[in-house]
């Protein structure tokens, strides 16, 4: 008998092979790092790394919560995260560890935190990746946002009681505070420039002041159409007083300070303090 095309004896002794790379790869990353005993998240560890490229995942109080990756070295983009931590409310560096692998160069076009990323979500749910902890400046298009309850600012805003590392006592220009300001904040602080700023001169009393008392500085320097505003990830100085922020916890315009009300994209609109101030 022969056997005809779409029956079982034709099928039988041909079929399609294909293989998975990328998933052998994804499955050797995520038990090399398994393998592996996560460590604090500190500079005396961090020195300890090798200046190359990898991936890394990190642990809060000992739970994965986020995977990422470092196309240039390891310790470079750990030190970015280790700055951003210790400049957030409800969170210690002590409370964070991370685990690396060294990943060739090459591997990079093959996503190697993509890999990872879709191994573990096949087992649940990675807080950090998609909740906003990895982002950078987002731009002025994005400030007005309304953030999840579970985002990561929303979960872990900025600290204002911070010192401006490096920030010096003495007269100073406004354009050269400003500067200064962004350089020794933990977590971004952008701002407009405007030509007055270099003649506009403010005295800093102490060195490394909190990043609130600079604040109260500038806005009580500056006209009452510049208004500083503290986002839940960052802080931001433009001339468009008063401006309302759906994520804005405090104001600062001229020699008032405002506390906000940050609204969340999961709950019903709350009344915000500003507005009642801007009416």
């Given amino acids: 008998m022969t056997a005809t095309p779409g029956s079982a004896e034709w099928a039988a002794f041909h079929r399609t092979f294909t293989l998975s790379i990328t998933k052998a790869l994804?499955?050797?990353?995520?038990?090399?790092?398994a393998e592996l005993t996560p460590a604090p998240l500190s500079e005396e560890h961090i020195n300890q790394?090798?200046?190359r490229p990898g991936v890394y995942q990190l642990y809060l109080n000992g739970a994965f919560v986020y995977v990422g990756k470092a196309d240039k070295t390891l310790p470079a983009r750990l030190r970015e995260h280790l700055k951003k931590i210790s400049g957030r409310r409800n969170i210690t560096l002590g409370e964070l560890s991370f685990s690396c692998l060294y990943v060739a160069e090459d591997f990079s076009a093959l996503a190697p935190e993509q890999l990872l990323i879709s191994h573990?979500?096949?087992?649940?749910?990675?807080?950090?990746?998609?909740g906003g902890f990895g982002n950078k400046d987002p731009g002025r298009q994005r400030d007005h946002t309304v953030l999840k309850r579970d985002h990561f600012d929303a979960l872990y805003?900025?600290?204002?009681?911070?010192?401006?590392?490096g920030l010096t006592a003495g007269e100073t220009t406004l354009h050269a505070l400003l500067r200064a300001?962004?350089?020794?904040?933990?977590?971004?602080?952008?701002?407009?420039?405007?030509?007055?700023?270099?003649?506009?001169?403010?005295?800093?009393?102490?060195?490394?002041?909190?990043?609130?008392a600079v604040f109260r500085?500038?806005?009580a320097a500056t006209p009452p159409t510049w208004q500083i505003t503290a986002l839940m990830g960052y802080a931001l100085m433009y001339e468009e007083a008063p401006t309302k922020y759906k994520s804005a916890w405090r104001y600062y315009r001229g020699t008032e300070v405002i506390e906000g009300i940050p609204q969340q994209a999961s709950e019903e609109q709350v009344d915000d303090p500003l507005e009642k101030a801007v009416e």
Avoid: C, M
């Fill in 120 to 130: 573990h979500k096949g087992r649940g749910n990675i807080p950090w990746n998609n």
């Fill in 49 to 51: 790394l090798e200046e």
């Fill in 217 to 219: 500085l500038i806005s």
């Fill in 26 to 33: 994804r499955d050797q990353l995520a038990v090399g790092l």
């Fill in 157 to 165: 805003p900025i600290d204002l009681d911070r010192p401006v590392r």
């Fill in 181 to 212: 300001v962004k350089a020794g904040l933990p977590y971004n602080f952008r701002y407009a420039s405007a030509p007055d700023h270099k003649r506009t001169t403010i005295t800093v009393p102490w060195a490394e002041p909190s990043a609130d």
